[in-house]
Antibody, heavy 121, light 107 residues
Framework: QVQLVQSGAEVKKPGASVKVSCKPS????????ISWVRQAPGQGLEWMGW????????NFAQKLQGRVTMTTDTSTSTAYMELRSLRSDDTAVYYC??????????????WGQGTLVTVSS | DIQMTQSPSTLSASVGDRVTITCRAS??????LAWYQQKPGKAPKLLIY???SLESGVPSRFSGSGSGTEFTLSISSLQPDDFATYYC?????????FGQGTKLEIK
């Protein structure tokens, strides 16, 4: 069965960076992509961006351009999301989600368990 | 970016009721719409994709319809397990925006 397992909770100070990992299993990692979605406490879902594990293609939400990096390591079948210059409003649960491997290839489906990132001085 | 607007924001209903949630897109997204269910402290779960296709393992009391800019999610006979928050998401173009959510509460 498809599973995506994420790294553990993080507490960071404003201005710092955080890197969250996502390790899927149950499917061929390099045939798909990974999207990242975040959810601030008590709020809705915000799509952050997508990376193809097939060819490294990416697309990011405009508001995060320049602060977010998404990478994949096909040797370990792991995806990473790094967010820099953290602010208090980046406090959220961050989810990785299985996505199509090609741009415009369809919907996301399986979700990781989420990683709580708390930004506080 | 395509804006997705759900209504209502909160819906109170009883076990056995039929309920409908609406999602409107700010421009046409053809049928590229998904619906998710989220329970407190859990990750969202995919229910419907391509507006009306039921994800494997999802009970048949869930159904989706619509195309273009207007979509609905219906639950034919509410079960206790269905009380949760529901989100629509368009995947016609990046960014894949979500609606603000509809919280389905027990009346």
């Amino acid at each position: 069965q498809v599973q995506l397992v994420q790294s553990g909770a993080e507490v960071k100070k404003p201005g710092a960076s955080v890197k969250v990992s996502c390790k899927p299993s149950g499917y061929t990692f390099s045939s798909f992509g990974i999207s990242w979605v975040r959810q601030a406490p008590g709020q809705g879902l915000e799509w952050m961006g997508w990376i193809s594990a097939y060819n490294g293609d990416t697309n990011f939400a405009q508001k995060l351009q320049g602060r977010v990096t998404m990478t994949t390591d096909t040797s370990t079948s792991t995806a990473y999301m790094e967010l820099r210059s953290l602010r208090s409003d980046d406090t959220a649960v961050y989810y990785c989600v299985r996505a199509p491997g090609s741009r415009g290839g369809g919907n996301e489906d399986y979700w990781g368990q989420g990683t709580l990132v708390t930004v506080s001085s | 970016d395509i804006q997705m607007t759900q209504s209502p924001s909160t819906l109170s209903a009883s076990v056995g009721d039929r309920v409908t949630i609406t999602c409107r897109a700010s421009q046409s997204i053809s049928s590229w719409l998904a619906w998710y269910q989220q329970k407190p402290g859990k990750a969202p779960k995919l229910l419907i994709y391509k507006a009306s296709s039921l994800e494997s393992g999802v009970p048949s009391r869930f159904s989706g319809s619509g195309s273009g800019t207007e979509f609905t999610l219906s639950i034919s006979s509410l079960q206790p397990d269905d009380f949760a928050t529901y989100y629509c998401q368009q995947y016609n173009s990046y960014p894949h925006t979500f609606g603000q959510g509809t919280k389905l509460e027990i009346k």
